[in-house]
């Protein structure tokens, strides 16, 4: 158990108030609070369960000496899916996150993931009301552009941050990064010209896991991470639909014969694809694909996947 953060009066009882409602194995747990006066003034604390691999952030930004898998890679996105389909579709009341992102999404030991930080969790609207009005919270880099814009909070602005975080499991890199050259420090700008063209997808898979991944999962992740980025939140799918897509990609990834890059799909129907071939993007040099299995994966409970059924794939093209 770790004492984590001490947040502003609100959050902290928005924190208290949902975490002790929801209950869910993607949805970290509450342990403990206590709120004291001191000579400080009022000390807030919140414990949660200790979560041991600490956040996805940690491994996405190479705090953590192994890069994760590709096949962890979609175990990750499938869990925090659960858990934002959970709060938006599975409940009494709709549970808006208002701050997915790479560091509120925690791992344990096993890796199973889960979500963090319920201290700008809003109910979603009441039924016969499409949206909710509130100030902008949340992360730069995440927050869906309809929301920054109008206020209007719905459950798809969930989705469009679970899109971001999609990118950012495929690039390894972060959703906006000033250390980065210009044209490279928004995410969704600087994969634009390499997911329109299967000659140069290649270029934004994360450069840690070369030679681990398998370029149609890839593409099929990126085509849900577009769906997740529709401008029209409507159009974007409901968290339960990426769940479903999410276990559909796992499944045919463990399953499928070995593709030719030549055989690659084009699925890419987003606004945010629909750009000019550029030159920029990681180097990159034809090679043996070697999908292996990098880490042990438990046997899963509860509905989830069967992670013992895991075959691992060598290909060669
Ligand atoms: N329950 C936990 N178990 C283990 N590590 C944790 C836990 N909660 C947080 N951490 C670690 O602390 C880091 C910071 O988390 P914290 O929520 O304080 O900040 P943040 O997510 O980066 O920003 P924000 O305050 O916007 O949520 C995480 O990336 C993770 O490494
Ligand atoms: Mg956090």
Redesign the pocket.
Known sequence: M?P??IQGHKEWITEVNFLGVVKHPNL?KLVGYCAEDDERGIQRLLV????RN??L??HLLARVPSPLSWTMRLKIAHDAACGLAYLHEEMDFQLIFR?FKT??I?LEEDFNAKL??FGLARQGPTEGLGHVSTSVVG?VGYAAPEYVQTGRLTAKSDVWSFGVVLYELITGRRSLDRNLPKSEQKLLEWVKPFVSGSKKFHLILDPRIEGQYCIKSAQKLVSLANKCLMKQPKSRPKMSEVVEILGQIIKDTSSSEPVKEDDNVKENEDPVVETEPTRQGNSYRRRVFDFREMVSLRNRTGGKLDWRNWTPVVRTW
């Open positions: 770790q984590v953060c970290v949660y369960e200790l979560m600490k956040s952030e940690d701050d560091s509120n925690l963090s930080d992360t």
